[in-house]
């Protein structure tokens, strides 16, 4: 199915520019409305399912930072565009990708083994940036660390010099209501505000990455720094 659905090669940028517009007003709207700085959120494209051809509208559309899920497809795409988009990876990440990955990436928002600690480790030039992904909602379906395993896991990754937590990811669990995954986000913001605290020194987990094209409203009122959408860019 997914790659079925990759087969968006005939976007038109005038028709995505008008969308990444309309989403950027929401935004700002929903930190108006939260008393935030427009400024301190960012709209990601996710494209795993835009055809590197695609990517051609997207860059005509003003659309800066994308979003890889696979890093066989992160590599055809960026080997391509390079430096016309800043490229972020945001799907599961396994330790025999991280070569492929990492140098073409400013942020990874998935990490949540520690074998991929280890990889970063020994792969790094310089310290990687990377979101600890959190299973917020702790379902057996999705990757991340269940909420109450996070401390435990970041001191077992604090012995690796090579990885910077700057903050956190998670997908809450699908609902229809965007209303109803306000608790989740509200939640993973709270435990970006202590684990800051507690961190202090090492870590600053002050980038939230969270919200997608149903939800992504609510995710910026409740502390996204970081929104990832897809489908209501492109249709």
């Known amino acids: 199915m997914d790659r079925v659905r990759q087969q968006l090669t005939d976007l038109d940028a005038a028709a995505v520019r008008e969308n990444r517009e309309r989403i950027e007003a929401e935004m700002m709207r929903a930190c108006r409305r939260a008393g935030r700085d427009p400024g301190g959120v960012e ?21 800066s930072l994308v979003g890889e899920n696979r890093a066989q497809d992160l590599v055809a795409k960026h080997d391509r565009y390079g430096e016309r988009f800043t490229w972020d990876f945001i799907g599961h990440l396994q330790s025999n990708k991280v070569r492929q990955v990492l140098p073409r990436v400013r942020l990874i928002h998935s990490l949540d083994s520690l074998s991929v600690v280890r990889e970063i480790q020994q792969r790094a030039e310089i310290p990687s940036n990377v979101l600890l992904q959190v299973n917020i909602g702790e379902e057996a379906s999705k990757y991340g660390i269940i909420p109450g395993e996070v401390n435990r896991f970041l001191e077992e990754a604090d012995r690796f010099s090579m ?25 993973l913001r709270e435990m970006a505000e202590k684990l800051t605290r507690e961190w202090q020194g090492r870590y600053r987990f002050t980038q939230l990455s969270m919200g997608t094209s149903n939800d992504y409203t609510v995710a910026v009122e409740e502390g996204a720094t970081i929104i990832r959408v897809g489908s209501i860019l492109y249709n």
Not at 43 to 63: F, H, P
């Open 43 to 63: 709209l990601l494209a996710a494209i795993k399912y835009v055809a590197v051809e695609g990517l051609e509208a997207l860059a005509g559309a003003g659309v």
């Open 163 to 187: 990885v910077n937590f700057t903050g956190l990811m998670t997908m809450p669990p699908l609902v229809a209501d965007p209303e109803k995954s306000r608790p989740a986000f509200a939640a």
